[in-house]
């Protein structure tokens, strides 16, 4: 037996642990009515929320944010057009989804104001193809109400269902006549689809604050970049009209062009202002500057400063060269007289043509050698007593003295012409040095008409250049793919609302039923004891619901599962017999009250006592005597007498059992208050040994092992141990102490049954409590059966 054990307890150790997928899918099918229950209850409600929702329309577009790079006309006018050079599509997409772009668009189409008709449970938005339509003559922005409109024929309709300030009652008025409310003065006028096909049927006309349909068409509008390096930009929105987002993506770009040119206009208008100021300003600054160069000039005599400059410099230079010239002449002149007047050179030839002095001296000099000369050859001829030689030298005399005078007359000339010369070019350097002082002025004033010349042009151009620009309109923003999307709804669609309430409906089981698999640690199959206990499997037993009026739930004949349950305990039984010999007394246990230990003596001695075998079922529990208030024995005589009375005899506490012919029964009797004292003693073993000689099997009612000691005091009368353990009722974490109990052999022979298991569950469901129709309690433990083990359980 040893040995048995062990090789059970290494074949444990080496078991894999695993789940297997079927048994989950078998548990889950085991409340496929609950599966039904949810699908069909989420699902029909996903299908009355897809009934009753509005259908959603999808709209898209495709637009070009112009730059120079792609907008060539614009390219040339970049310095007036410095905004087109740094185009952020950021930017834009936040311009494109700003409130007041959205606001004007709104008001443009009018559409804050809801036109729409109820078919079935379904509201849909007739937008443009209503056959009336209101136009607000007077009223707010933000005010929000709604009516009924009704058709009656060609001429009239009927307003009801008056929503807002007003609660005024239904009213008849002509089609197209103004209307004085307390909501504001309208007008109703019908459209192209007014007809015979719509007289009766009741349009309801919704007004929405402004702001609130804004906020609508914002959250609904996706813009985003095609491409990160892409001026295009892909525009969808989502409304509860096809038409109407198509008109909502299209008159956006429309008030966004119209914007930008008023921008633009107004900027261009701002700076046409400013150029034409400015220009004034330049232009009387000019006429100053120019004053001033007039004025100079004709200071200067209609003379450049820098030509006048010039003019004064060669002056004096001229005059400088003249000064030296006439100096030069007069030191000529002294160097003549001087010759003329060193030593006695009375009979010299005077120099001729040297040069030295002017015309008129050297004509006196030669006239004078030609004397010299005549009275030189009379002096050869005669003496210096010759008068005629005399006379001659009277004469030369006079001409020598004239020459000299004629000399000193030239010097005197030459001075005065160099003091002039003097005089003249002292004048002209003074005038020179003027000039730097007047270039300088010039030079200052020349600069700021040179500025305001430049910046009257440069004014002068961008007026040009603006006007230019104001008479362009062209838009900054281009459609590339006009409004576009299908004529189906994108929302909802009906299988996959549906198809979302079912699978909803079949997750939530899922996962309620996996979550309690999951935190449920109660052993619920016999593979959850096989893990973790050694010892013997000896069956499992079927809930069953069904007693008749003795509490018993299996018949002789019968073919159910419980019975056939049990047929297999009663074999397995057998099976445990020692040298030969089958178990004679046998003994139910439990860790725990309400694990069917009672229930389970009773039906296992009537399924035996059908073999035709004598079987006696002993109620030793003595603290509460279950059995025998089960059974509804009235004998006050029982084993708690025999135990306490040697005199009293076997056959005084047998009765006979109502379960079945062949099966009586010893009943407890009274409480005893010593039960361990009295299952200690002999008479107890003295008991047992006389019943063995009268029946087949005796079949022990015993208490839950643990709580009390009777347990292990009972088992030493036990051939076998029958250890009950009620599906879903023991903790798991309980196994490994009743596998320490069987190796331990405190309970003679353990087997293991397990009571409860649902039929169908595949191993994994959930059992009933209490589902035996009886009920066992203890002065140390009872257990209430909550709602939620009454529904589930």
């Known amino acids: 037996m040893g040995k048995h054990k062990d090789a059970a307890v290494g074949v444990l150790e080496n078991r894999e642990q695993s789940l297997n997928v079927l048994d989950i899918l078998k548990y889950l099918g085991s409340y496929w009515p609950w599966f039904i229950l949810s699908i069909v209850l989420f699902g029909g409600y996903y299908f009355y929320d897809y009934s009753k929702t509005p259908f959603m329309y999808g709209r898209s577009q495709t637009v070009l944010i112009k730059t120079p790079a792609n ?3 614009t390219a040339r006018f970049t310095r007036a057009n410095a905004g087109y050079n740094s185009v952020s599509v950021a930017s834009e997409t936040l311009q494109l989804r700003s409130k007041e772009l959205m606001r004007q668009t709104v008001g443009r189409l009018g559409a804050d104001i809801s036109y729409s008709r109820k078919i079935g449970l379904r509201t849909y938005e007739l937008y443009d193809k209503s056959p009336v339509k209101v136009q607000v003559v007077k ?17 009239s309709i009927e307003l009801d269902g008056w ?38 049927k009741p349009i309801h006309i919704q007004k929405f604050a402004r702001e609130q349909m804004v906020s609508f068409f914002l959250s609904n509008l996706k813009i985003r970049q095609m491409e990160d390096d892409a001026f295009l930009l892909h525009m969808s929105l989502e409304d509860l009209s096809g038409q109407r987002a198509s008109d909502i993506l299209t008159d956006l770009i429309t008030v966004y062009n119209s914007t930008a040119l008023q921008d633009l206009n107004q900027t261009a208008v701002n700076t046409a202002n400013f150029i034409k100021n400015r220009l004034q300003i330049i232009e009387e600054e000019l006429n100053e500057v120019e004053t001033d160069i007039e004025r100079l000039k004709v200071n200067n005599q209609g003379v450049d400063v820098g030509a006048a400059g010039q003019m004064y410099l060669n002056e004096a230079r001229q005059f400088q060269t003249e000064r030296t010239k006439i100096e030069t002449d007069k030191r000529l002149v002294e160097m003549m007289r001087e010759y003329l007047t060193r030593g006695n050179k009375s009979n010299e030839l005077i120099p001729n043509n040297t040069g030295l002095v002017d015309a008129n001296v050297e004509g006196q000099i030669v006239e004078y050698n030609k004397a010299l000369l005549r009275r030189n050859r009379l002096e050869e001829g005669s003496s210096t007593a010759n008068p005629v030689v005399q006379e001659l030298d009277q004469g030369l005399n006079a001409m020598h003295s004239n020459i000299l005078r004629a000399i000193d007359n030239t010097l005197s000339g030459l001075q005065v012409k160099i003091n002039n010369t003097r005089r003249e070019e002292t004048q002209v350097k003074g005038q020179v040095l003027q000039i730097p002082g007047q270039q300088r002025l010039m030079l200052e004033v020349e600069r700021k008409q ?9 004014l002068l151009n961008k007026r040009e250049e603006n006007a230019l620009n104001q008479a362009m309109t062209e838009d900054n923003i281009r459609v590339v793919d006009p409004a576009y999307g299908a004529d189906g709804a994108i929302y909802p669609k009906r299988l996959k609302k549906v198809g979302l309430g079912v699978m909803i409906g079949t997750v939530l089981p899922t996962v309620f039923l996996l979550l309690m698999l999951i935190l449920d640690t109660g052993v619920r199959t016999r593979q959850d004891i096989e893990k973790v206990v050694t010892a013997p499997f000896l069956g499992e037993l079927p809930l069953e619901k069904k007693n008749d009026e003795k509490g018993i739930a299996v018949s002789k004949a019968g073919r159910d599962p419980l019975t056939e349950a049990f047929r297999i305990l009663r074999t397995n039984i057998n099976f445990m017999a020692r040298d030969g010999a089958p178990p004679q007394v046998i003994t139910f246990g439990s860790f725990t009250i309400g694990a069917g230990k009672t229930f389970n003596v009773m039906n296992l001695s009537a399924t035996i006592s059908y073999l035709k075998k004598r079987v006696i079922m002993l109620d030793l529990d003595l603290r509460k005597g279950t059995l025998t208030k089960r059974l509804g024995i009235r004998q006050k005589k029982g084993v708690t007498h025999y135990l306490s009375d040697n005199a009293l005899g076997v056959d005084e506490i047998i009765c006979e059992s109502p379960l079945s012919e062949g099966v009586d029964c010893i009943p407890i009797g009274v409480l005893a208050p010593n039960p361990v004292e009295l299952l200690l003693s002999q008479r107890l073993d003295e008991l047992i040994r006389e019943l063995k000689k009268r029946y087949d099997y005796i079949i022990v009612d015993g208490v839950p092992v643990g709580i009390v000691a009777d347990a292990a005091i009972i088992s030493r009368i036990s051939d076998l141990t029958i250890f009950v353990i009620r599906a879903g009722k023991m903790d798991r974490r309980q196994l490994p102490e009743l596998e320490a109990l069987y190796q331990s052999n405190k309970l003679s022979r353990l087997g293991i049954v397990l009571n409860g298991v649902k039929l169908g569950s595949g191993g994994y469901g959930r059992y009933g409590y209490g589902g035996y129709g009886y009920s066992y309690g203890y002065s140390y433990g009872t257990e209430k059966r909550t709602l939620w083990k009454k529904v589930f359980g």
């Not at 007003?166 to 109703?188: D, F, H, N, W, Y």
């Not at 040179?450 to 440069?458: G, I, N, Q, R, T």
């Open 71 to 73: 907008t060539p006309a």
């Open 139 to 155: 009223g707010k922005p933000e005010s929000t109400w709604s009516l009924l409109v009704t058709p009656l024929n060609k001429d």
């Open 163 to 200: 929503q807002g300030k007003s609660t005024q009652g239904t009213i008849r008025v002509a089609i197209g006549q103004s209307l004085k409310t307390p909501l504001g003065e309208i007008k109703l006028d019908s459209t192209v689809y007014y007809s015979e096909n719509i007289y009766g």
């Open 450 to 458: 040179k500025v305001k010349e430049d910046l009257y042009l440069f």
